[in-house]
DNA sequence: TTTAGCTTACTTGGTCATCCAGTTATACTT
DNA sequence: AAGTATAACTGGATGACCAAGTAAGCTAAA
């Protein structure tokens, strides 16, 4: 006798649900201008702070942008503008935000990180590398375990920069809670995680500029295989359906 | 003559640090309940509003469970935001940690911004730096309303990385609180301002190595003036107690 | 002794009215 | 026709209010 817990549906979760509904009909695109709040409310009739929890969700994941005093806007996706976006795909775009920060901070951070890396700094960043080819450590958990996360913050810490360590924690929090909803082949997670040999020799070696270089072609994998995702995504979704009639709400 | 805020930082965000700063810290582990929402806005100073605005983000990212009636948990320990610093007492060396990752992000945050600013945001630029030079507004006001942050949060926005700008933000909010330990002579000061033109003129002219040559002295400068007025402070320390009103970044 | 039911205090969920400050568009002045 | 007050927006934030769920403690009946 096995019993569910009885979910608790929050009514901001079902603004989300219906924002995110109406990107995928396409009534909403980039860049579009959401009515105001004191419209809002009263289409969708809930109060003014949950529709401000809903916003602040949203906003968080960079998919809204608020502007005091000028209302708020659907993420405007970058580069050439497609015709047929989901939600997934605003996400991914924002997922890229975070990869250009990281392109910028890490590859700095892995410089410092050769300059000033203590002994047990390379320890350590050698036994987390270690464990990902080790045998007794399957690729699934390795992944669950956030071994790339724990790696990418061992780098942070040998730059012995307390604010950048800060920072780059951040990325990778992040980064990783959007992450989820773009799944990576198995075969390019395996190739990222071998790409971590290469920084960690380049920083035992003391040699910034090959470091740099290693986070540098690391990341823009990454980038890479984002991308990829996009574009398998879009084969995959049949003729366009995409009659974006602009009603909104 | 109208006066922007610098509120562009928003409150449930400086929360959220808090709360993952916390978790750092290990003040909270997996498991442990909350205070109420009541208590908490008491200690945190903020409305009921903002305090569960902050927690549907966490609770979205699945590091908060909400239970109606029964308060909230912290569920796991993806922890490693932004720590909050306000009270923390940092050495003054920690400055230059901060300015470090200034000198880092915000010097290719620059070159974005020449890269990608629109008109609206050059603009805002040109008129933030217009309220230093322009007649009407002293330099005292210039200081209390906090216009030097608010000039380089506008540069984070120009940049079009909404990662960046969260990033900035945090950047300046600690450069904020440690500012009050730190006594920069009048002229010091005004030439720190003046350089703010050429940084505005740089990507006004799409010029985005100069943008970054530019913020690059800028930082440059302000370590400068941030060491000797270490050596100063300490000649002086001892019957002062720090009238560091007047100090501004 | 056990257990069902009730009370009570405390929790989060949600609404509302109100104010503030910044933006924008209108209309009036020069 | 350009410039400038002004009025009507916008989101940001607050505090008071009510509803509903939770949990603990008490009481009374089995």
């Known amino acids: 006798m096995n019993f569910q817990r009885v979910k608790n549906v929050r009514l901001y979760e079902t603004i989300i649900q219906q924002v995110m509904g109406m990107i995928d009909k396409g009534e909403l695109k980039p860049g579009d201008k959401f009515p105001s709040e004191r419209q809002l409310i009263e289409q969708l009739g809930v109060s003014r702070s949950i529709l401000r929890e809903a916003f602040r969700v949203l906003e ?7 502007r005091p005093g000028g209302g708020r806007y659907l993420r405007k996706i970058s580069g050439s503008s497609f015709m047929n976006f989901t939600s997934m795909d605003l996400e991914r775009d924002a997922l890229l935000d975070v990869i250009e920060a990281r392109e910028i901070i890490e590859t700095r951070v892995v410089r410092l990180a050769a300059r000033r890396a203590t002994e047990e700094d390379i320890e350590k960043l050698v036994d987390l590398d270690r464990e990902f080819h080790g045998t007794g450590t399957s690729l699934q958990e390795y992944r669950e375990k956030d071994r790339d996360m724990a790696f990418h913050l061992a780098l942070a810490e040998a730059s012995h920069n307390f604010v950048l360590k800060e920072v780059v924690a951040y990325l990778l929090t992040i980064s990783k809670d959007l992450r989820e909803k773009t799944i990576l082949d198995f075969d ?10 290469d920084i960690v020799k380049a920083i035992s070696d ?4 090959e470091a740099a270089e290693k986070m540098k072609v690391h990341l823009m994998e990454l980038r890479r295989y984002i991308l990829k995702g996009k574009k398998d995504n879009l084969e995959k979704r049949g003729e366009n359906v995409c009659e974006s009639k602009n009603t909104l709400f």
Chains 1, 2 share one sequence.
């Open 60 to 66: 968080s994941r960079g998919i809204v942008e608020s």
């Open 188 to 197: 390019d997670w395996l190739e990222l995680c071998r790409q971590h040999s």
């Open 206 to 209: 003391r040699k910034e500029d």
